[in-house]
């Protein structure tokens, strides 16, 4: 039989989808929307394996509900700002815009090769004017709402970037592209004030019943509610200094209070501006950045004032107050009491300045406790605290101490957030402009709507380091309602770009507004986005604020959640490879000789590391283009949803792939033997064996789309193929094997939707497919198999009648010649008997 040739195929069904605009979203109000969505690529020039396995999700379940007759929407876009464009048009000396689009072409040829269901006519891209007009549109809306302000903050700086980082974007004290070292520098910034809406967004999440628990507690720990008090400390001081105010989640250990520590911007750093040790100590603090991380891992660095703190549970408690660069204004109030016993921070700064260190939690009462070089954090009771003493830790100190406090007029019982406002300012070039400029006072002026978009300014090679757009003068110069004005040259973060993205899919090519209001109401909120954990927390959080942002005083738009539906799959992994001098090598460097791998040029022996996620730097990336190329994008599909559960990671390996490759050759060969015997025209015969084979393929194949088990699809494939090519042989008239392998091909389409177009066709298939539906009745098994034990052993499986009873399964025991010689002259002791399933007789 001839070979299944898959280019030919997959060529010929890639250009008839695209000329036909098979996928194309026809709003048709009559019938149910499904609005499927994935996370929207960098175009970085390639697809890679992460890409091809995101995408391969979405459009399993896109091609599904197409062919369950919903009205899909299944966009696709480019998340087209950002830093690696502006740095890679540095390095080659050329315009952002031009590398950009070029690689955006060649990424979308890749996956159009990946035989995707994309409506392409939705495509947009956040560097073109025509998206982000609106963009800036939004930013003013939401500025008129009181949702946008300028201030002088400290921000992360990434030294070799040259830009702000927003907290999110620092990973381990490093910037998340660079990986310099992120250090603290005050500028003038724009913020979101999603601070606005942090009760909103963290008791909404409770109603996002589709989401992974483990990205809603991500957003929980990050927004970061708690519960504590803001207390009034007295201050001992020569200087015009009354109280310093702090708030805190652990009242109750004030008694072990042994400093008082505030930030360099705290308001008493007035009275020290002119003291050269405090202007060293506070330009030695710019180089810890502002994350809690970097924070935590920097040393602890302390400028002891004159000033005396008094504990507010007893003033014949004083101490000292100082500067600490792990204080920042933008948390809490700007200061901290120190509890060194119960804080390793604090135990930290407490031994590096010889300060007290006073325990008053202890885990057991009466019980003799100190404390050495860990902080105790755990429950237990108060001591060493008078009046609280033996109060249980944190059950009941915490709201007897705040109760006290109250009363005393010294503390109030406070709702603190751990998010901060997003700060969305950027220096650097490829980025959307900010619509605003400034008068000649320095004062913000709003750009007219008429006048937007503001475009970048065409560049046509960037050599300059830092922010180009501050060197061109004549954009920067400005003339808004006859008066001279500067516009502003920063251009905003790209995940504001990513913020509302979906919304424009809705309505891509519509001019007046970023999006058309009916139509956002029919589609919106997305049924099922799907993405990568990794954006948990950055993404998602201010794809939701944006939301929220926009449906602020805005009775026209309510909708406040993005996504009714979220799923994370896991990453694409592959073997690492280092040679004799630890550099790392790619897999197309190597050549397997006897199972061990060495360099194909010089025969030297490699290191085999770990399985590791895909990266470029690690050099264990696989080219999917060259394996479309070798075996096909239905193999390539097949093989990427096969091996593991889609929320966790895969190995990529080739052995996988070319088994995938041969499975669908084997499928070609029963195609064909379908092909033959339907020719043969059978007579028509009772058996119904076919039927039973399909409406199980189906029902588990419905199941596991639904569910998310589409490795189990795989292997429903696998089951399904063996038991085709028996019952095939049983001579099955024509009527019936067309019917059913028409259900098959359609279930099977959604994974290997150009195999399954060419077997269609060849069945000369006219009229509408659409999935097909169970028949329940071929699914009832009037028989069922019975595991027959003795003493717990296994000793026969029988075939019986479906809810046989005790006493009729032991009649047809008995009647076995085999079971009956283990019963002859044994007395019953007793029988465990489980229904349709399962007889365990006890005998002497």
Excluded at 54 to 72: C, E, M, P, S
Excluded at 280 to 308: V, Y
Excluded at 589 to 616: C, H, R, Y
Excluded at 620 to 635: F, L, M, Q, S, V
Aim: glycine share 4%.
């Amino acid at each position: 039989m001839e070979r299944y040739n898959f280019k030919q195929v997959e060529r010929k069904w890639q250009k008839t989808w695209q000329s036909e605009k098979k996928f194309s979203t026809k709003v048709d109000r009559n019938k149910k929307k499904f609005y499927c969505l994935e996370m929207f690529p960098y175009p970085s020039g390639k697809i890679h394996m992460g890409h091809v396995r995101n995408y391969t999700i979405g459009d399993v379940l896109a091609r599904y509900k197409t062919l369950q007759n919903f009205n899909v929407l299944h966009p696709m876009g480019w998340d087209s700002f950002g830093m690696p464009a502006e740095n890679a048009a540095r390095q080659n000396k050329l315009d952002p815009k031009t590398w950009t689009e070029k690689n955006i072409s060649v990424m979308k040829g890749q996956l159009k090769k990946l035989g995707l269901s994309i409506d392409w006519d939705k495509e947009i891209s956040t560097c073109s004017p025509d998206y982000y007009k609106h963009q800036q549109e939004f930013f003013l809306e939401l500025y008129d709402k009181g949702l946008v302000y300028r201030k002088e903050s400290y921000v992360n700086w990434d030294p070799v970037d040259n830009t702000v980082l927003a907290n999110e974007q620092v990973i381990d004290g490093k910037g998340w592209r660079s990986g310099a070292i992120v250090e603290r520098k005050k500028l003038n910034q724009w913020f979101f004030k999603i601070t606005k809406f942090s009760k909103e967004l963290l008791e909404s999440l409770d109603s996002l019943e589709n989401w992974p628990n483990k990205v809603k507690v991500m957003q929980k720990n990050w927004i970061g509610k708690s519960y504590g008090c803001e207390i009034k400390f007295k201050i001992e001081s020569k200087k015009k200094i009354n109280e310093i105010k702090c708030y805190t989640t652990r009242p109750d250990t004030l008694f072990g209070m042994s400093f008082l520590a505030v930030s360099v911007d705290h308001p008493v750093a007035k009275f020290y501006i002119n003291d050269p040790e405090f202007i060293n100590f506070k330009k030695e603090c710019s180089k810890t950045g502002t994350t809690e991380e970097s924070i935590a891992a920097a040393d602890k660095l302390g400028f002891k004032t004159d000033l005396l703190a008094i504990n507010p549970l007893d003033e014949n408690i004083k101490v000292p107050v100082y500067f600490a660069n792990f204080v920042l204004m933008d948390y809490g109030l700007g200061a901290v009491f120190g509890c060194p016993a119960h804080d390793q921070r604090d135990l930290d700064f407490a031994r590096k300045y010889d300060l007290k260190i006073t325990p008053v939690v202890r885990p057991e009462k009466d019980k003799n406790f100190s404390i050495d070089d860990k902080a105790y954090t755990e429950p237990g009771y108060l001591f060493n605290s008078k009046f609280l003493d033996n109060l249980k830790v944190p059950d009941e100190s915490i709201s007897k101490t705040i109760g006290y406090l109250e009363k005393n007029d010294i503390g109030q019982k406070k709702t603190n957030y751990r998010l901060k406002d997003w700060g969305i300012s950027r220096q650097r070039y490829w980025g959307c402009p900010i619509p605003i400029a400034y008068d000649e006072n320095g004062n913000p002026v709003k750009i007219p709507t008429d006048m937007l978009p503001v475009v970048l300014p065409k560049i046509e090679r960037l050599s300059s380091t830092g922010n180009p757009l501050d060197k061109i003068t004549e954009w920067k110069n400005i003339t808004i309602n006859g008066k001279k004005c500067t516009r502003e040259t920063d251009t905003l973060d790209t995940f504001v770009d990513s913020s509302w993205y979906f919304l424009r899919f809705c309505s891509p090519h519509n001019n007046d507004y970023g999006f058309n209001s009916d139509e956002v109401k029919y589609w919106m909120p997305v049924d099922q986005y799907i993405g990568g954990v990794e954006h948990a927390i950055l993404h998602l959080l201010y794809s939701r604020f944006f939301m929220h942002a926009l449906s602020y005083q805005n009775k026209s738009f309510e909708i406040k959640e993005p996504f009714s539906g979220l799923f994370t799959q896991g990453m694409v992994c592959h073997e690492t490879y280092k040679d004799t001098n630890n550099n790392w090598v790619s897999p197309d460097e190597l050549v397997t000789i006897d199972g061990k791998k060495f360099l194909k040029d010089t025969k030297e022996p490699v290191k085999v590391g770990p399985l590791e996620s895909m990266s470029k730097s690690k050099k264990n990336t696989i080219d999917p283009e060259k394996i479309i190329k070798d075996y096909g994008a239905d193999a390539v599909r097949l093989f990427i949803l096969s091996d593991s559960p889609p929320e966790k990671d895969v190995q990529w390996s080739n052995e996988g792939i070319k088994s995938a490759y041969k499975f669908i050759q084997k499928l070609w060969v029963l195609n064909q033997k379908i092909a033959q015997e339907i020719k043969a025209n059978h007579p028509s015969s009772p058996n119904n064996d076919l039927e039973k084979i399909t409406n199980k393929f189906i029902k588990e194949i419905t199941l596991n789309i639904e569910n998310f088990s589409y490795n189990k699809i795989v292997a429903n494939f696998y089951e399904t193929y063996s038991a085709l090519n028996k019952v095939i042989l049983n001579k099955i008239e024509k009527k019936k094997l067309i019917e059913n392998y028409k259900k098959i091909l359609i279930a099977i389409s959604p994974v290997i939707p150009h195999f399954s177009s060419e077997c269609i066709e060849m069945m000369n298939i006219k009229n509408e497919i659409l999935w097909p539906k169970v028949d329940e009745f071929f699914l009832f098994e009037d028989k069922i198999k019975f595991i027959v034990q003795f003493n717990g052993k296994t000793r026969k499986i029988i075939e019986t009648k479906k809810d046989t009873n005790e006493n009729s399964l032991l009649d047809e025991i008995k009647k076995d010649k085999k079971l009956n010689e283990y019963l002859n002259n044994k007395k019953i002791q007793n029988k465990i008997f489980i229904p349709n399933k399962l007889i365990n007789i006890i005998i002497n």
